[in-house]
């Protein structure tokens, strides 16, 4: 069974920690160097990634999370944890740095503030069946991306859900709904990582 860490500086962990345990992992917070040191894969939860960034510096935990997503540790991040996951951000508050590994820009707030939050059904490349209830709250989109970066989904037009090798993100919050094939997906992905790494 994988172990899966929730990056736990702030946001909405608690979400996260129980999609994971639902779809089949070992699931834990990771706060400390220590604690990244010992997962298989991460998730970078949604919250406000400027904040995220700060505390990730704060923790010492900026340059151990850049070294092991550049290893290819596989990693998914929703809405803020998407930013953080961008190799580039159109609109950076000054000082705010990324954990890269996702050759995309991305565009913060970028479907409006708060009150214009919004769920709408999005299709996924990879989740078989019914579309997934995509939860966007003050949601960044994909302004463009690398030659390597697949496409899993798009919203009125804009880029919501990608991936590059072992690192996935999508502009919305599948962990606030009841449906937990995305984080299957990336239980799968991690699942695969570490039966490769073992050969
Ligand atoms: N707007 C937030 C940010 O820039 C993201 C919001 C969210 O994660 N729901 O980090």
Not at 68 to 78: I, Q
Not at 132 to 159: D, K, N, Y
């Amino acid at each position: 069974t994988p172990v899966i860490g929730v990056l736990a500086l702030q946001g909405d962990v608690r979400e996260h920690l129980i999609a994971l345990a639902t779809a089949d992992a070992v699931a834990r917070p990771v706060r400390r160097p220590e604690e990244l040191a010992e997962v298989d894969g991460l998730v970078i939860p949604g919250g406000e990634s400027t904040t995220i960034s700060k505390l990730a510096h704060l923790f010492g935990l900026m340059e151990p999370l850049r070294a092991r997503v550049h290893a290819g540790m596989p990693v998914y991040g929703t809405c803020a944890g998407l930013i953080m996951l961008a190799d580039k951000i159109l609109d950076p508050r000054s000082g705010q740095e990324t954990i890269g590994g996702i050759d995309m820009i991305v565009r913060r707030n970028a479907f409006g503030r708060q009150n214009e939050s919004f769920e709408a059904a999005v299709d996924v490349a990879g989740v078989e069946g019914d579309p997934v209830e995509g939860v966007f709250i003050r949601a960044p989109w994909v302004e463009s991306v690398g030659a390597s970066v697949e496409v899993l989904a798009e919203h009125g037009g804009h880029i919501v859900a990608v991936r590059q090798g072992s690192a996935l993100a999508t502009s919305f919050h599948p962990e606030l709904t009841g449906d937990h094939r995305i984080h299957s997906l990336f239980v799968d992905m991690v699942r695969a990582k570490a039966a490769s790494g073992s050969l």
